[in-house]
């Protein structure tokens, strides 16, 4: 018995079929996949045989992306520490994913697009983290090309350099979800901003690399979910990788925080996601009750001051920052030179369509082939002195 693909007849059945589904079961607060809107109408490419749906096709592509495969080798919180159990981004990005779908489901949204976004909104963080995204950041703005974001970057590499400089020509509610998260900003309830077109968020992108701190809203209520899962899926993780390193004990936890959301992870995660359906569901908007919501603010204050400013968790990244600017130095002179043997040119631009170098200034350049690095890869780059030691313990 020999496989047949499906026929565009058949092909275009399983899509009604879906898309009935999705009409007959959603919430009518969610967003369509017959709603998806690309850069470039693909209705006459080679996708007749195509069942899968838009926002399903966009997680495969993520998914399948260059960009993603790095995910494994950058850092969430800790770095340079010997020890298998901590958290890394792939694993944030897992959890985020999970999260959010779970909140979807239970609100009648489209997991299809939660699942695309999740997937995507980290990708364009550089190595080492937050630390790393500082250093960069400072670097392009003196370089004058504007504060350094990652959710920006990640339009960046999905949009404008995979396959070559093409891109993956994903859909403008999938792109949107990805550059409005921010997990850092604290939010008792979002209510999505009006639909937006290409043109508008083209435009957002522009005047957000001047700004320092990137908070747009989404216009979708998936959108919201991908950015309070953001915050659900990394609060009580880090704190568990706080107290797996001693940073932190566990009585050390506020105990209105304790009462409220719990003292473990698994706990934590289950009262907020609980939390968030139970004053969601019907709702115009993502929102946690006034209770939760201030218990996750001390909670998350706790940590900023206990695990993400901890001295004890920086003193290994002065060289790291140091290779920063090493390399971002080196590779403006390669470009300034056409050093051809430079990585820049090999790893990065070979090849590249000339839609991509063409509009981008040599900083610009540098900071995209940087901030696609893996961790271990930026400190390869690095001479030997400037290189940093792995330990046990912080």
Known sequence: MTLQEPSDNKAREIKKLLNKREKDNFSSLACLSSDAVRRIPERDRDYGKDYRQPFSIDADRILNSLAYTKYIDKTQVFALIDNDHL?????????????????????GLNEDLIEAASLGHDIGHTPFGHDGECFLSQLTQEHGVGFFHHNLQSLQFLDKIERKGSGWNL?????????????????TLLTPKPKRSFEDLDRMLGSLKDKPVCNPIPMTLEGCVVRMADTISYIGRDMEDAICLKLISREEIPEQCAKILGRTNGTIVFNLVTDLIINSTDQTYIGFSDKVSNALKSLKDFNYKHIYKNPLIKKHLTSVKDIFRYLFANYMEDLEKDNQNSLIFKDFLDDMDETYTKHHTPAELVRDFIAGMTDSCLIRQAPEHLRPRRVEYV
């Open 171 to 187: 859909s403008l509610q999938t792109l949107d979800a990805i550059v409005c998260h921010n997990g850092e900003v604290h939010s």
């Open 87 to 107: 958290t890394h981004r792939v694993i944030h990005v897992q959890l985020v994913s999970r999260i959010a779908r779970n909140l979807g489901r239970n609100l």
